[in-house]
């Protein structure tokens, strides 16, 4: 069909990739052109077909969301870049913006929210799945980059998987629900934890918490 939207796809838990391929199959207007798993992959694919569109994980397993997109629009300022994730935290939300992402779908409302996401981006918007406004997006990428990031040598020397399961322990999720989240097996889950209070020097689930609270990455109202 004439004046479809080529699509790449980042993300690296297939059953969520083939879902999202599922619901952009339904609308004629776009066209999954190939699909990644990685960061790296995904790169290399980028550059063959140079999508109109480009969805990307904010967290995957060689590089985050947030790296890749920094790099996609260095070598294709033209595709334009929606993040889908886990998180809703404005820590990320602003970082993605930053990088230079286009747009920001959770993923609990991707069945809802992907194709308008899209139609956002290619209309030459901004796109973000919460009552946040068009203006509140460009202020968030009009604010200088240390209002918003994190700065923590420990938290830095995590890998973006270790990040996420940090954040999901910290907000009380037992290691069941975070494999079952993060679509890994529990044993994965505890040995993230294990190299997570490795490298953060923390020995118990409160000191994890305090961790988190202070750099931010949570809400002490969870624990209330």
Known sequence: M?????????????????????????NPRFKVVAEAGSAREGLRLARKFAPDLVIVDISLPDQSGIQLTRTLRRKLPASRILIVSMHSKIDYIAEAFQAGAAGYVVKESAADRLIQGLET????????????????????????????????????????????????????????????????????????????????????????IRYAARLGLIDLDLWK
């Not at 796809?9 to 990739?17: G, T």
């Not at 509140?136 to 994190?150: D, E, N, Y």
């Not at 679509?183 to 953060?200: C, D, F, Q, W, Y």
Request: some cysteine.
């Open 2 to 26: 004439p004046g479809r939207k080529s699509i790449l796809i980042i993300e690296d838990h297939p059953l969520f990739r083939e879902g999202l391929k599922t619901i952009i199959s339904r």
């Open 121 to 208: 981006l290619s209309a030459g918007e901004y796109f973000l799945d919460s009552s946040l406004s068009q203006a509140v997006v460009k202020r968030l990428m009009q604010m200088p980059a240390k209002a918003t990031r994190i700065i923590d040598g420990g938290y830095g020397s995590l890998t973006p998987r270790e990040q996420e399961i940090m954040r999901l322990l910290a907000e009380g999720l037992s290691v069941r629900e975070i494999a079952e989240k993060c679509g890994i097996s529990p044993k994965t889950v505890e040995n993230h934890r294990a190299s997570i209070m490795s490298k953060l020097d923390i020995h118990s689930t409160i000191e994890l």
